[in-house]
C-alpha cells in the first residue's frame, strides 16, 4: 500500500470542526525499503516532532541567553517560526513533517508532561505562607489587581461604547481578558525570579508575596467565570449543575485524594528516595483527579495543580515527587506543549480584523493598569525608584498559567486562533522585555554594599564579637564550636554568634530567610536541624553567659545562596563570616565528599561579604591530637604570618585565642633575606605595627606563646619550613591573600588547586597536613585605613552587662533588614 494512502487526512465537518482520519495500524513503520515515507506512520512521526522540539527550543534558548529570556519564552518563540507562517511555508514540507495523526499524538503528550508539571509546581508551593503575608505585600497585590482590572474595564466599555462591534461574543471575550490580566501568578513570578537569580532578594520575596495574595484572588474569579460562561452558552439551568459538579470535584480532591497520597508518602522512611511502587500509585492518583476533572467540565492541568497545592511542600513527599518527576515532565514532556503553543499562532490572523486590535487595546490597558497599580504603592511604602519599577515589571509578567488559560479558551471555542495569537505575542513582548529590564535594573547585591567593611583588626576590643557562621550539615558543628571556644569568650570579650542554617531549595517554590523558631516548616530534615541547634544551645548554657546565640534558617537555590549570606551579615553587623570548606576528611585522612556547591558558594561569599571571611578547613578527626580546650593539654595553635592585611587579620584574631589558658600560640614571622617581612615599606610599616601592638597584649600570657622568625629566599624554602612543621599544631591560622609580589612565594603560584584559599591556604588544604587550617581574608573596609593603631571608642560603662543585648549596641547607622514579607 503506498504511503499516500496511509496518510492521515483531514476533512471539514460543520463550522470549525476538523476531522483527522488516521489508519489503525499506521504505528510503525517496516522501513524505508518497504514503505514510500516513514513519516506515514506515528511513531517516527513522533520521534522527529521530538527531535525538532529539542534542537529548535534549545538552540533559540541558546541565542536568547544574552537576552536574559527564560526557557518558556524561547521555546514558544521556537515553535511559532517552526509553524507554517515562518520556516515551514511549503505546504507540502508541511504536511510531511506535521500531519495531522502526529500531531494529534504530539499536542497529547504535551497535555500529558503539563499534568505533572503543573502537579509538581502545586506541591512545591506552600499555601501556609499566604496567612503570614505582610501588609505590604498584601496592600500592593490587592492594588495591582484592582488597578488592571478597573483601566481594562474602563478601555473595555469605552470601546464597546464608541464601536459597533459586530460579534455578540466580543463583551464576553473583553471580560475574559480583563479578568486574566488582573491575574499575577505565583508559580509565573516564582520561576522568573529564579531564572533572574534573585529569588531570595528583598525583591524576590516581595514580588512572590504579593503574587501568592493576587493569584489568590483571581484564580477563583477565574474559575467562576470560566465554568458559568461555559455553562450559559449550553442551557438555561446547566450553570448550577456545572457549578455543583466542579465544587464536588474539588472537595473530592482535598478530602480524598489528598489523605491518600499523605498516606503513601508516610510509608517512604525519612531520608530515603521514593519507592517505585508508591511512586507509581501517586501518579495514577494525579492522572485519575485529571480525569475527573475532565468529566466534569473541569481542566485536567487546573486539577492536577490543585491537586498538588493541598499536599505539603517540602521533604519528604515534595522533594521525593520533584526529584523524581521534574526531569521527565519539565525537561521532555513540557518543551512539546509550548511547541505546540507556538504552532497554533497565526500571525496572518492579525492582519485586517479591527476587533482583534480593540481586544489589543484593553490587553495593554490592562498591563498598565497593572503596572501602575504595582509602583504607586511600592513608592508609597517607600520602596527606591529603582527597585518600584523592577516590581512593577515584574509583576506584569506573564507565563505558563495563563497561557494554559488561553489555550483552554481556544479548546472550549471561547475565542479563536487569532485572539489567541494576539494573546500570545502580547504575552512574548510585555514578559520578553520586562526580563530584559529587571535583569540590568535590579542588582540584589546592593543591598549588603556598605562604604565600611566590619573586620575583627579595626573593631571595638570591649565590644562583642559578632560572629556569622554558616552551617550546612552535622559535621560542621562540632569544629565550629570548639573554634569559638578556642576565641576564649569572656565577660569583658562576650562573642555573639549568629548560625544560618544553609539547606537547598527542594521542594519549594518560595525562599525563605527567617529566625529557625518561626520557619513554617523545617530547612531540611527536622532531626537534624533540630540537633545543630541544641548543639548551640548547649554551648550557650554552658558558656557562663559569655556567648550569645541567634539561629536562622535559609532555603534557595546554591546560585544565590549567598545573598542571604551577606544580607544577614549586614543586618547583624558581624565582624567576621566563618565558612566550612568544601571538603570533608574521613578518620584515616582521605577525603571522604566533596560538595561542589559550597566551594561555589564560599567563592562568591569570599569577593562580596560586608565583612571579613574565614573559610575552616577541618581535619580535627584524624589528628593525632585530640585537644578539646576543657581538658589540660594545650590546644596548639599556629599563625603563619607573611604580611599583608588578611595576615593581620588573622594575627588580630588569635589575639583572642592567645588569652585562653589552654591554647598554646606560635606565631611563625616569615621574612625575606634580610629579615623584612615585605619588599612593600607600606605593608611593612603596618606589618610591625600590629606585630608590636600584639607583643605588648599578650605580654601576660608569654609562657604559652611563642615566636619564630624564619629567613627565606623563595616559595620552596617557605614550604619547606611549613611541612616540617606538621606535626606541630592542631590549628593553623594563614591570610588568604599576602603582601603582592613577595618574594617568599615566588614560585607557588603554579601549584594553586583552590585558588579561593590563595596560594599557602591551598597548599595547607590541599596537601597531606594533619592539623586543620583557618584561611582568613579581611575586606577592605572602604574609608577606613587598613590598620588603626589607636581606637577611639565610646566610653563604656562597666556597670553595664553587654552580654543580655549583644545585638543593639552601636547601630543606629543600621537599616534593618524585613526578613519576612
Excluded at 129 to 146: C, D, E, P, S
Excluded at 431 to 443: P, Q
Excluded at 589 to 618: H, K, Q, Y
Excluded at 653 to 664: F, I, L, P, Q
Aim: proline letters at 4%; one cysteine or more; aromatic letters at 8%.
Amino acid at each position: 500500500m503506498s504511503a499516500s494512502r496511509r496518510t492521515s487526512t483531514i476533512g471539514i465537518i460543520g463550522t470549525n470542526t476538523t476531522l483527522v482520519c488516521q489508519y489503525t495500524d499506521s504505528i510503525t513503520s517496516k522501513g524505508t525499503w518497504f514503505t514510500e515515507s516513514i513519516f506515514a506512520y506515528t511513531t517516527p512521526c513522533l520521534m522527529v516532532l521530538l527531535i525538532l522540539t529539542f534542537l529548535a527550543s534549545r538552540l533559540t534558548h541558546l541565542l536568547l541567553t544574552p537576552l536574559r529570556q527564560t526557557t518558556m519564552i524561547s521555546h514558544i518563540i521556537a515553535g511559532v517560526l517552526l509553524g507554517p507562517t515562518f520556516l515551514f511555508k511549503n505546504e507540502a514540507l508541511t504536511s510531511i513533517l506535521f500531519p495531522p495523526g502526529g500531531k494529534v499524538i504530539f499536542e497529547t503528550l504535551g497535555n500529558l508532561g503539563l499534568i505533572f508539571h503543573l502537579f509538581i509546581m502545586g506541591v512545591q508551593v506552600d499555601s501556609g505562607q499566604l496567612h503570614k503575608t505582610g501588609r505590604k505585600a498584601v496592600a500592593i497585590g490587592l492594588t495591582g489587581l484592582l488597578f488592571s482590572g478597573a483601566l481594562g474595564f474602563a478601555v473595555h466599555l469605552v470601546i464597546i461604547h464608541i464601536h459597533h462591534l459586530e460579534s455578540s461574543t466580543v463583551p464576553i471575550t473583553y471580560a475574559l481578558i480583563v479578568i486574566v490580566n488582573t491575574m499575577t501568578s505565583f508559580i509565573v513570578v516564582t520561576k522568573l525570579l529564579t531564572d533572574l537569580k534573585i529569588l531570595n532578594s528583598e525583591l524576590g520575596r516581595l514580588a512572590a508575596s504579593s503574587s501568592m495574595v493576587c493569584d489568590c484572588v483571581t484564580w477563583v474569579a477565574s474559575m467562576i467565570l470560566m465554568t458559568v460562561g461555559k455553562a450559559l452558552q449550553l442551557s438555561q439551568w446547566r450553570p448550577l449543575v456545572t457549578a455543583f459538579a466542579a465544587l464536588s470535584h474539588y472537595i473530592i480532591l482535598f478530602f480524598a485524594f489528598r489523605p491518600l497520597v499523605i498516606w503513601i508518602g508516610r510509608h517512604t522512611p525519612e531520608g530515603e528516595p521514593l519507592n517505585q511502587n508508591h511512586f507509581v500509585a501517586i501518579l495514577s492518583i494525579v492522572l485519575l483527579a485529571s480525569f475527573l476533572g475532565e468529566t466534569v467540565g473541569q481542566s485536567a492541568t487546573l486539577s492536577a495543580f490543585i491537586l498538588g497545592v493541598s499536599l505539603p511542600d517540602g521533604p519528604p513527599l515534595g522533594t521525593a515527587l520533584a526529584n523524581r518527576l521534574e526531569t521527565m515532565a519539565s525537561g521532555i514532556l513540557l518543551p512539546t506543549y509550548y511547541m505546540v503553543c507556538g504552532l497554533r499562532a497565526q500571525p496572518k490572523s492579525l492582519v485586517g480584523k479591527r476587533s482583534i486590535w480593540y481586544l489589543a487595546f484593553v490587553d495593554v490597558a490592562g498591563h498598565i493598569g497593572k503596572f501602575l497599580g504595582t509602583l504607586l504603592p511600592s513608592l508609597y511604602f517607600r520602596i527606591s525608584f529603582r527597585d518600584s519599577l523592577s516590581l512593577s515589571l515584574i509583576m506584569c509578567c506573564k507565563g505558563i498559567m495563563e497561557l494554559i488559560i488561553y489555550t483552554y479558551w481556544v479548546d472550549k471555542k471561547f475565542i479563536d486562533n487569532g485572539i489567541f495569537t494576539l494573546l500570545l505575542f502580547n504575552m512574548l513582548g510585555i514578559t520578553g522585555i520586562a526580563t530584559m529590564i529587571v535583569s540590568h535594573l535590579y542588582d540584589p547585591s546592593r543591598r549588603y554594599r556598605v562604604n565600611i567593611r566590619k573586620n575583627i583588626l579595626d573593631s571595638n576590643p570591649n565590644a562583642d564579637l559578632r560572629i556569622l557562621v554558616c552551617i550546612h550539615n552535622e559535621e560542621n558543628v562540632p569544629p565550629i564550636i570548639n573554634l569559638i571556644r578556642a576565641t576564649n569568650p569572656t565577660r569583658r570579650h562576650p562573642i555573639s554568634i549568629i548560625v544560618l542554617q544553609l539547606s537547598e531549595l527542594t521542594g519549594h517554590v518560595s525562599s525563605t530567610l527567617a529566625p529557625h523558631h518561626q520557619r513554617s516548616k523545617p530547612s531540611s530534615n527536622l532531626k537534624q536541624s533540630e540537633r545543630i541547634v541544641n548543639a548551640f544551645e548547649y554551648f550557650e548554657q554552658h558558656s557562663q553567659g559569655h556567648v550569645i546565640v541567634q539561629h536562622f534558617t535559609a532555603e534557595a537555590p546554591y546560585e544565590t545562596m549567598h545573598v542571604d549570606v551577606c544580607t544577614l551579615a549586614v543586618d547583624k553587623r558581624t565582624n567576621i563570616v566563618f565558612l566550612p570548606f568544601h571538603k570533608q576528611w574521613t578518620i584515616d585522612g582521605t577525603v571522604g565528599a566533596i560538595f561542589p556547591s559550597i566551594r561555589n558558594i564560599n567563592r562568591i561569599i569570599m569577593e562580596e561579604a560586608p565583612c571579613s571571611v574565614a573559610v575552616l578547613v577541618d581535619r580535627s578527626q584524624i589528628s593525632s591530637k585530640r585537644s578539646i580546650l576543657m581538658g589540660h593539654t594545650l590546644y596548639s595553635i599556629g599563625v603563619f604570618f607573611l604580611g599583608g592585611p588578611d595576615d593581620r587579620e588573622a594575627l588580630a584574631y588569635s589575639k583572642r585565642m592567645a588569652e585562653h589558658s589552654n591554647v598554646s600560640l606560635t606565631v611563625v614571622f616569615f621574612n625575606w633575606m634580610s629579615g623584612c617581612l615585605s619588599h612593600n615599606e607600606t605593608e611593612m610599616i603596618l606589618d610591625s605595627e600590629l606585630i608590636d601592638e600584639f607583643k605588648a597584649c599578650v605580654v601576660g600570657f608569654k609562657e604559652r606563646i611563642i615566636y619564630r622568625n624564619e629567613n627565606v629566599e623563595n616559595g620552596m624554602e617557605t614550604t619547606k619550613i611549613i611541612c616540617g612543621m606538621d606535626d606541630s599544631f592542631d590549628l593553623v591560622l594563614v591570610g588568604r591573600h599576602h603582601s603582592p609580589g613577595s618574594p617568599v612565594l615566588s614560585g607557588l603560584t603554579e601549584w594553586s588547586e583552590c585558588p579561593e584559599l590563595g596560594l599557602i591556604g591551598d597548599m595547607l588544604a590541599n596537601s597531606d597536613f594533619s592539623f586543620s587550617v583557618l584561611v582568613v581574608q579581611q575586606q577592605s573596609p572602604g574609608a577606613k585605613s587598613l590598620h588603626a593603631p589607636k581606637h577611639h571608642h565610646k566610653p563604656t560603662d562597666r556597670n553595664a552587662d553587654s552580654r543580655i543585648y549583644p545585638f543593639l549596641e552601636d547601630e543606629s547607622d543600621q537599616v534593618r533588614i524585613q526578613l519576612m514579607s
